[in-house]
């Protein structure tokens, strides 16, 4: 069964740094979304993404975020300069055609920043 | 901006038992999920539904759009159901985002 994967499954960063947090959709789908879960909280969408630009973004997703689908298959989100409270579960998911379609959610990322 | 709201937040139940986590949400929506979050923490699409019931094995979803409200039902529950069950309704109108509730800890008990 197709299914999303992020690497790496688990990234320790020092505060300020940039990191780059991978995902591979599924290959025959359209949006492409992040989501992030800090430690004990709910899920909180960040940004989606159609047709090599951002369609909707949260007001979480300020200047130090970014987003890129550098090839046909790999979909990142940039942090540019990490601060200790990004310190979350990130998750990349996918859907084929955005609305009314499921979306289907990898693994995740855990990022801590020290 | 949409208000989920899932009842119960904690559930312990006996192995056997028939279980319901219940959702209701403020803005009207075309589709709401259903994910299933194990501790390790990756996230698993269960359903996505826009009207009326479906149905998976032991797991049954039911929408009713018109009141905001959509249930999840576990027939027969086994220890390896437990996990956290949360409802992200969503998109609405204009947008993309699910909007996640917090969702219930399920604990089936041998």
């Known amino acids: 069964e197709p299914e999303v994967t992020q690497t790496p499954s688990h990234q320790v960063t020092q505060m300020g740094q940039e990191v780059i947090l991978r995902c591979v959709p599924i290959?025959?789908?359209?949006?492409f979304y992040w989501y992030r879960q800090i430690l004990g909280q709910k899920v909180e969408f960040l940004v989606s993404f159609y047709n090599n630009e951002i369609s909707e973004k949260s007001e979480i997703f300020d200047d130090q975020f970014s987003v890129e689908r550098p090839d046909g298959s790999n979909f990142t989100l940039k942090i540019r300069s990490t601060k200790l409270e990004d310190s979350a579960m990130y998750f990349c998911?996918?859907?084929?055609?955005?609305?009314?379609?499921?979306?289907?959610f990898g693994q995740g990322t855990r990022l801590t920043v020290v | 901006k949409n208000e989920v709201e899932q009842s119960p937040q904690n559930l312990t139940a006996q192995e056997g038992e028939f279980i319901t986590i219940n959702c209701s949400y403020s803005?009207?929506?075309?589709?709401l999920h259903w994910l299933q979050q194990h501790p390790g923490g990756g996230i698993v699409s269960l359903f996505m539904?826009?009207?009326g019931k479906k149905k998976h094995g032991r797991l049954i979803a039911t929408i009713n759009i018109q009141e905001k409200h959509s249930s999840l039902h576990i027939t027969a529950s086994h220890p390896r159901d437990s996990a956290v069950y949360i409802c992200a309704p969503g998109p609405g109108a204009g947008s993309y985002q699910l909007t996640f509730g917090k969702g219930t800890k399920l604990s089936v008990i041998p």
């Open positions: 290959s025959n789908h359209l949006y």
């Open positions: 803005v009207g929506i075309s589709a």
């Open positions: 998911a996918s859907s084929a055609h955005g609305r009314n379609t499921e979306a289907f």
């Open positions: 539904l826009s009207s």
